[in-house]
């Protein structure tokens, strides 16, 4: 084995969602790093595949071009126009995201299968500041006075990269997290998913809306059916740890049994095949704050807990993360400051200013799934009231509006239909 060292001005660990996006804007800011990856792309990820409005906001900042080449390649990437809910009653609520939708409109979010997907943003990091060694090992984390060394073997050569910071974008089994926050490895609040995908299925909204169904076995988590291109569509359940622990639920069982028995999904599976296999991962909330960084280290993505606990939403978190992490980059290597203080101000701080709100209306949404009798009260009245769909269409968009979904006034003023 030959040795080499390797000097850069950022490590990212990790090329997903949350490291491409780092990686973009290091590139825009003319930042030189070094990208680690386990895998080879294209390499699969567990996921409902659904990108939203945010994961299309964050390729647009990169670059506009790469979320028209998105939107134009509808073999490859399904564009999203809306959301089923259907209440644990049984009854669906068809949301648009764009109620008022014209005709040169582009779709706010899409579909893709994450083997797609991924490998666009990967595809993407290539530049003159981006240096990527996949199928690699990392092998050890340490740090001295001048920040972060990594050792890594890659093609039978073995690597001492240092940097001043080291970013953790390496998902829900993060190494950079458990290298530094090791008291904070496993946050209670997790859940599992588990996804197969399918050809087949009947019954889908005429506008491919992704559908997300509230069925009482699975609360205050959920069965999903997302269509994407070519007939397929990604079928899954997400559900909380905690859940699956108390109620000693086999989730594998559970999906199959919904599929198979459900009396308003398992007809839609008649003539449907399941193509591959069923696979779990799991799925790392925004219950709590948590810290991001400390002295040469910060954690974006999933490595830093990220996901909408309502929706399951984390590949725009990742890429929004990313795109905050590079901004802290910029400004620690301007004033040549990689203190804790310093990241936690220009990166911990901003993230949970532009997220914290979000994640606070997620985390009591998911606490009022306990009550499906709630569900079936708002569906219900939904069902009947054209103004209050275009209220809850425009949650998507308004995080006040969102907001008021916490609010008990707001389920009065339902009770009588003001
Ligand atoms: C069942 C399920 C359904 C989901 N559905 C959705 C959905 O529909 N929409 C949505 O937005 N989100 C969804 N999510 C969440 C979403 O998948 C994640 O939030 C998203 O992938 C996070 O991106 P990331 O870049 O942080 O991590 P990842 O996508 O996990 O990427 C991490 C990368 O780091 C690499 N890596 C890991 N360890 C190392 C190491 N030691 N050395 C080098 N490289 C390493 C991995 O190979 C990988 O490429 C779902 C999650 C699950 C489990």
Sequence with gaps: MTHQQLKTSVIIIGAGPAGAGTSFFLTKYGIPHIVIEKDTFPRDKVCGDGCSGKTALVIKRANPEWLDEILADEQSFLPSWGITFSAPNGKPLHVPFAPNRTPEM?????????????????????????TVYQNASVTSIDTNINGVVVEMVHNNTQYMVSAPIIIGADGDKSMVRKKFLPENTAPKTSAVGLRAY???????????FIELHFLKEMLPGYFWIFPLPNGMANVG????????????????????????????????????????????????????????????????GDAACLIDPFSGEGIGNALYSGMLAAAAIKEAA??????????????DDVVYKR??????????????????WLFNFVVNKAYKSPSLRNTISCMFADMDMRDQLRKPSFYLKILFNK
């Design 198 to 208: 399918y050809e087949g299925i009947t019954g889908m909204h005429e506008e491919q």
């Design 355 to 372: 997220l914290g709100g979000e994640f606070k209306i997620s985390s009591t949404l998911q606490r009022l799934c306990n009550y499906p």
């Design 106 to 130: 582009k779709a706010p979010g899409f579909t893709s299968a994450r083997m797609v997907f991924d490998n666009f943003l990967f595809g993407k990091m290539a530049s003159p500041q981006c």
């Design 237 to 300: 359940v997400g559900i909380l740890s905690e859940r699956i622990r108390t109620k000693k639920i086999n989730l594998r069982e559970q999906m199959l049994g919904i599929i198979k028995n459900n009396p308003i999904i398992a007809p839609r599976f008649a003539n449907a095949k399941l193509v591959g296999k069923l696979d779990g991962w799991g799925l790392p909330l925004a219950m709590s704050r948590q810290p991001l960084s400390g002295i040469n280290f910060m954690l974006t």
């Design 334 to 347: 301007e004033k040549n400051d990689y203190s804790a203080a310093f990241l936690k101000q220009s990166y």
